[in-house]
């Protein structure tokens, strides 16, 4: 297994969000998560990529448990978070943003394009590395935010939602970027309540009830 979670448990006060759960993941697949609102999707995602930590329970990365108690942590595993409200900052560039926090040196703004162009054409992203934040459509910041976490080395890709806030046109785009990730080995995790792109995209299916 490359990812594989067993017996997660969360607590917020004394409610039990998540009890339990168990799931695995191969790399080059994709798996949905799909439940009802309230049943946890978000919260067990946010436990993988570090912004929560479990109560109880153990994360396995390629049969290794795992600490994962910051999203620093998560990054360290290879694993990349790409929420439902993206966190960019409107006046910098595309690229301003991906290597936004990154310790490189030297900091060559032409070098880091040239590398965002490059990870966009091997997966078939349409962005211009250049452009604003602020002039790009809903599509292009979501694209901006998967670059993000792809130019930071992630192998396991988790998305919140990813087409609450796209066009069917621009979804048809993203799931065949998802396909291309797929085909190279990438690892994904996809938060949906749509039961067709369930059916389109997935290799397998967990339900939280």
Same mark, same amino acid.
């Given at each position: 297994m490359f990812l594989e979670v067993k017996n997660i448990t969360k607590k917020f006060g004394e409610t039990d969000v998540l009890k339990g759960i168990n799931f695995s993941l191969e790399k080059g697949q994709v798996l949905s998560i799909i439940g009802s609102s309230g049943s946890g999707k978000t919260t067990l995602m946010n436990m993988i990529s570090g912004i929560y930590f479990p109560d109880e329970g153990q994360i396995f990365i390629d049969g290794e448990e795992a600490s994962i108690a910051s999203p620093k942590d998560a990054f360290d595993y290879?694993?990349?978070?790409?929420?439902?409200?993206?966190?960019?900052?409107?006046?910098?560039? #595309?690229?301003?943003?991906?290597?936004?926090?990154?310790?490189?040196?030297?900091?060559?703004?032409?070098?880091?394009?040239?590398?965002?162009q490059e990870i966009s054409n091997q997966y078939g992203f349409e962005i211009d590395p250049e452009k604003k934040i602020y002039d790009m459509s809903v599509s292009e910041k979501q694209t901006?935010?998967?670059?993000?976490?792809?130019?930071?080395?992630?192998?396991?890709?988790?998305?919140?939602?990813?087409?609450?806030?796209?066009?069917?046109?621009?979804?048809?785009?993203?799931?065949?970027?998802?396909?291309?990730?797929?085909?190279?080995?990438? #690892?994904?995790?996809?938060?949906?309540?749509?039961?067709?792109?369930?059916?389109?995209?997935?290799?397998r299916v967990a339900v939280l009830r």
């Amino acid at each position: 297994m490359f990812l594989e979670v067993k017996n997660i448990t969360k607590k917020f006060g004394e409610t039990d969000v998540l009890k339990g759960i168990n799931f695995s993941l191969e790399k080059g697949q994709v798996l949905s998560i799909i439940g009802s609102s309230g049943s946890g999707k978000t919260t067990l995602m946010n436990m993988i990529s570090g912004i929560y930590f479990p109560d109880e329970g153990q994360i396995f990365i390629d049969g290794e448990e795992a600490s994962i108690a910051s999203p620093k942590d998560a990054f360290d595993y290879k694993i990349g978070m790409i929420h439902q409200h993206f966190k960019l900052v409107d006046v910098f560039t #595309a690229t301003e943003n991906i290597v936004l926090g990154l310790n490189e040196k030297p900091y060559d703004l032409k070098k880091f394009s040239q590398r965002v162009q490059e990870i966009s054409n091997q997966y078939g992203f349409e962005i211009d590395p250049e452009k604003k934040i602020y002039d790009m459509s809903v599509s292009e910041k979501q694209t901006a935010e998967i670059i993000k976490v792809l130019y930071r080395g992630a192998d396991i890709l988790i998305l919140d939602e990813p087409t609450a806030v796209l066009t069917p046109q621009e979804t048809d785009k993203l799931f065949a970027v998802l396909r291309n990730m797929r085909a190279d080995g990438k #690892a994904i995790v996809i938060i949906t309540h749509k039961l067709h792109e369930v059916l389109s995209l997935s290799d397998r299916v967990a339900v939280l009830r």
